[in-house]
């Protein structure tokens, strides 16, 4: 799935929503979900194209694989949240989109402290 056919699929799929939403506004809610799990499971396999590139350069440069799990780890929530948020602000819930954007900030931050901690410690002993 090229761009191209990501952009034409979205405007199709966002044009048949305005005109949906009018008369039934649950199934204009319905198409905008499917199009966006549609265009989102085109490219998780691509994800993993990158996981393998990225984790054949940390292991070239000698990289703790701790450290970038964690990164990708990262990475997927942030997407992963967005990609909720998304919904739930299609369906007119700004304020469970912002609490689904949080939640992943949260736990963002949970994952994060460790390599936070180890650059500190790192900083402390080259202080010292």
């Known amino acids: 799935m090229n761009i191209l056919q990501v952009v034409g699929f979205a405007l199709i799929a966002a044009v048949l929503t305005v005109v949906l939403r009018r008369e039934k506004p649950e199934l204009a ?3 905008a979900v499917t199009a966006g799990v549609i265009i989102f499971l085109g490219f998780v396999g691509k994800i993993g194209a990158v996981v393998t590139v ?4 940390a292991n070239r440069a000698g990289l703790n694989m701790v450290y970038l799990d964690t990164i990708l780890k990262i990475v997927g929530i942030a997407y992963l949240a967005d990609f909720g948020a998304q919904i739930c602000r299609d369906a007119g819930e700004g304020a469970l989109a912002t609490k689904v954007e949080f939640a992943a900030k949260v736990l963002i931050l949970m994952l994060a402290l460790p390599i936070v901690a180890g650059l500190l410690d790192l900083l402390l002993k080259l202080v010292v």
């Open 29 to 31: 809610l319905g198409v």
């Open 54 to 57: 990225v984790s054949g350069v």
